[in-house]
């Protein structure tokens, strides 16, 4: 056998498979076509496929007084019944106000107390099981923000009333001020301390925006004593504080600069700072359950802005139904969270909305149009809601205005 010859053609053979490959590589295309980036949000980002929990109704703090049982998933039968907590005037600027928390996956049951803030700096108590008022709180004594929050473990309530400085706590095992601090300037003048709400990863620390101080505190839950303070720019004015349901993240909304600033918790070190789009004012937010995202709900329109906290980006505006008086009072997360609930004020003329928004789609999944003007949406277990229908509530009135 002449293995030289076997050699030249196999180097010949070689040779023209290394030409014919060269020559497919530069007939195919090697580039890949981008992907474009979407602004809006999968359901495999906002929440997981399972299936909703609508094991809740609402109970519904009106502005002037009236506390009303919502079903929020029927089309039909929303309304199931209301009474007159408080009685207030539709001739004074007095109402009750927005802001009110209760720890996520708590609802209202039987036998509780459910405290209603007004603008005055005046707090009702009223049993749930009989709508009737057992206590009265003096906090303050001029309008503006008032904030109430719920422990973690339901055992007590924080409040903070901005226009006097007043940051208190009760006991509700006995419905007495367990301590009260004021929160002045040396020339007198309130540093309006007009939220407040509690940190879910330790419930020892309460954390307060201090809007003409430019500051965030955290308190000592026992004591009331400041244990540490976020200055802030001068003019930035943080007045809304929310935590994440992991306690490692705090999002605060400036009343100065319409942005919203998030930090760590509880080290209070910046994160990052997200401007809202347009002339949108932050006023309230939440974080989804997962702590991927932050929903904000503005004072002036009816729609929500999704930031993402991991680019600290807004990712999606989720339009709101329009009312006559746009604007959000409050937005926070249903039992279970399938939900993010969303409250449009509205005016005692024309009345507001509860919409619920699905975060698995990150869309509006109900709505519930109101005659009444709602300020304040707490859940309330199905049994408790049945029963106060069928033996306190009055029945659905037509046109129920207040």
């Known amino acids: 056998m002449n293995y030289k010859l076997l050699l030249l053609v196999g180097f010949v053979v070689i040779i023209a498979v290394g030409f014919g490959s060269a020559y497919v590589m530069l007939r195919t295309p090697t580039t890949t076509t981008p992907t474009p980036v979407s602004t809006s949000i999968s359901p495999s980002q906002s929440s997981s496929s399972t299936a909703p929990n609508n094991d809740f109704y609402f109970l519904v703090l009106t502005q002037k007084g009236i506390s009303m049982v919502v079903n929020p998933f029927s089309s039909s039968d929303s309304f199931l019944g209301f009474q007159h907590v408080?009685?207030?005037?539709?001739?004074?600027?007095?109402?009750?106000?927005?802001?009110?928390?209760?720890?996520?996956?708590?609802?209202?049951?039987?036998?509780?107390y459910v405290f209603m803030p007004l603008n005055n700096g005046t707090v009702f108590v009223f049993n749930s099981s009989n709508m009737k008022v057992i206590k009265e709180f003096a906090v303050g004594n001029s309008p503006g923000f008032i904030g109430v929050a719920y422990s973690p473990n339901m055992q007590e309530v924080a409040i903070a009333d901005g226009p006097s400085g007043v940051v208190e706590l009760i006991n509700l095992a006995n419905l007495q001020v367990a301590w009260k601090d004021t929160f002045v300037?040396?020339?007198?003048?309130?540093?309006?301390?007009?939220?407040?709400?509690?940190?879910?990863?330790?419930?020892n620390i309460i954390l307060v925006p201090m809007r003409f101080n430019n500051s965030v505190d955290e308190i000592n839950a026992s004591n009331g004593q400041v244990i540490?303070?976020?200055?802030?720019s001068p003019g930035s004015q943080p007045y809304m504080v929310s935590p994440n349901l992991q306690g490692n993240m705090?999002?605060?909304?400036?009343?100065?600069?319409?942005?919203?600033?998030?930090?760590?918790?509880?080290?209070?070190?910046?994160?990052?700072?997200v401007k809202m789009p347009g002339n949108l004012v932050p006023q309230r937010g939440t974080f989804t359950p997962n702590g991927q995202y932050y929903l904000e709900a503005p004072i002036n329109a009816n729609q929500v802005v999704v930031i993402s906290t991991s680019t600290y980006t807004v990712v999606q505006n989720i339009t709101l139904p329009s009312t006559s008086s746009p604007g959000l009072a409050e937005i926070g997360i249903t039992p279970g969270g399938s939900y993010a609930f969303v409250v449009i004020h509205g005016n005692v003329q024309t009345g507001g909305i509860i919409a619920l928004i699905s975060l698995s789609t990150m869309s509006v999944a109900y709505e519930v149009p109101l005659t009444t003007a709602p300020a304040i949406v707490l859940p309330v277990e199905i049994p408790a809601a049945t029963y106060l229908v069928d033996n306190v509530l009055l029945p659905p009135v037509t046109g129920l205005h207040c």
């Open 228 to 232: 540490k303070v976020l200055p802030t």
């Open 250 to 273: 705090l999002a605060v909304e400036y009343a100065g600069n319409n942005s919203v600033g998030f930090y760590s918790l509880p080290n209070l070190q910046f994160l990052g700072m």
């Open 86 to 112: 408080v009685n207030i005037s539709t001739s004074v600027p007095t109402q009750v106000y927005y802001w009110e928390e209760l720890p996520y996956n708590s609802t209202v049951k039987l036998g509780q």
């Open 185 to 203: 300037s040396t020339t007198g003048r309130t540093y309006y301390p007009c939220d407040i709400r509690w940190d879910p990863a330790d419930p």
